[in-house]
């Protein structure tokens, strides 16, 4: 019933800028943490940024001061605004969110199906 859906992604070459968005729908009480979190070929699934409910933000160390974690609340999305983008960010992007159904007395995690991002000369 609940979902998440990304969307933005794209082919850019390195230093190029790209803006990622999450929207969540269904029958949601609340969203808790949010979250991007990203995939490459070979690699595991690491956690790109997160931002709590009150805007509270939490960056992987690769990506400080390039990427910006965003949330509308009264929307229910989360953007990744990502800046001098390079090679090794080229991944699948993943939204990921805590969030509580309406009538629901506990947060469950969601999962988006994911935007591919690939940074290329």
């Known amino acids: 019933q609940v979902q998440l859906v990304e969307s933005g992604g794209g082919l850019v070459q390195p230093g190029d800028s790209l803006s990622l968005s999450c929207a969540a729908s269904?029958?949601?009480?609340?969203?808790?943490?949010m979250g991007w979190y990203r995939q490459a070929p070979g690699k595991q699934r690491e956690m790109v940024g997160v931002?709590?409910?009150?805007?509270?933000?939490i960056y992987v160390d690769s990506v400080k001061g390039r990427f910006t974690i965003s949330r509308d609340n009264a929307k229910n999305t989360v953007s990744l605004q990502m800046s001098s983008l390079k090679p090794e960010d080229t991944a699948r992007y993943y939204c990921n969110a805590d969030i509580k159904g309406m009538w629901k007395t506990t947060y469950l995690e969601y999962w988006g199906q994911g935007t591919q991002v690939t940074v290329s000369s």
């Open positions: 931002i709590s409910s009150g805007g509270s933000t």
């Open positions: 269904g029958s949601i009480f609340s969203i808790n943490r």
